[in-house]
């Protein structure tokens, strides 16, 4: 199985600051033939389901505010926030989906400081 | 509007089964794949697996198998997921989700999701 493990497992962050979230697989996520990087990034609040932010690595949904940018090469990816702002307030969880068993990373909660 | 709303609660005792179902709203029901994800208390995400509810087409976790069936009804535009010879770490909260389209780039990425159905494996 692919494993991501995201750091820090918390993170404390002041209003208006930035806020950088890394997620390593062990494995390539860069699908050659395609070519695209079968990563994405979700957000939990409290007592919801996660949201889709980011897909194939650095591909915002619609709808997410301009400050939550994905970057990465094939095993080390970042979510970044930036000029964070309360509503960001929650867990966020990296994903690979290019092999099976899907999985995910073990989480980032964000704070604020 | 996208609606994906789950069935309620439910306690079981180990070695039964659980059924959860998902009925769908708003949506060409055999348009997107129907993902199933389970988080623990106090833990992360977990894969389960995905259907296609046009051709019924499944892909799940192998962790799983033999013990996981997903199906889908288009006529009531409902999924169902049922995990049987539950354990006690099969405590979760399960959750339905549907992917972006069916398309190649598409059906991986889950961007509706149920409210979750908590599921308490208790003696």
């Known amino acids: 199985d692919i494993v991501l493990t995201q750091s820090p497992d918390s993170l404390s962050v002041s209003l208006g600051e930035r806020a950088t979230i890394t997620c390593k697989s062990s494995?390539?996520?860069?699908?050659?033939?395609?070519?695209?990087?079968?990563l994405a990034w979700y957000q939990q609040k409290p007592g919801q389901p996660p949201k889709l932010l980011i897909s194939?690595?650095?591909m915002p949904e619609s709808g997410v505010p301009a400050r939550f940018t994905g970057s990465g090469s094939g095993t080390d990816f970042t979510l970044t926030i930036n000029d964070l702002q309360a509503e960001d307030v929650a867990v966020y969880f990296c994903?690979?989906?290019?092999?099976?068993?899907?999985?995910f990373g073990q989480g980032t909660r964000v704070e604020l400081k | 509007q996208v609606r994906l709303v789950q069935s309620g609660a439910e306690v079981k005792r180990p070695g039964a089964s659980m059924k959860v179902s998902c009925e769908t709203s708003?949506?060409?029901?055999?348009?997107?794949?129907v993902h199933w994800v389970r988080q623990a208390p106090g833990h992360g995400l977990e894969w389960l697996g995905w259907?296609?509810?046009?051709?019924?087409?499944?892909s799940f976790s192998q962790r799983f198998q033999g013990r996981l069936a997903m199906t889908a009804d288009a006529a009531t535009t409902t999924a169902y997921f049922q995990l049987a010879g539950l354990r006690f770490d099969d405590t979760a909260t399960y959750f339905c989700?549907?992917?972006?389209?069916?398309?190649?780039?598409?059906?991986?990425?889950?961007?509706?999701w149920g409210q979750g159905t908590r599921v308490s494996v208790s003696s």
């Open positions: 194939w690595a650095s």
């Open positions: 259907i296609n509810p046009f051709n019924g087409d499944r």
């Open positions: 994903h690979q989906y290019l092999n099976t068993p899907w999985t």
């Open positions: 708003g949506y060409s029901f055999t348009d997107h794949y």
């Open positions: 989700a549907i992917s972006k389209g069916v398309g190649f780039l598409e059906y991986q990425l889950m961007t509706h």
């Open positions: 494995q390539s996520l860069l699908y050659r033939s395609v070519p695209k990087k079968y």
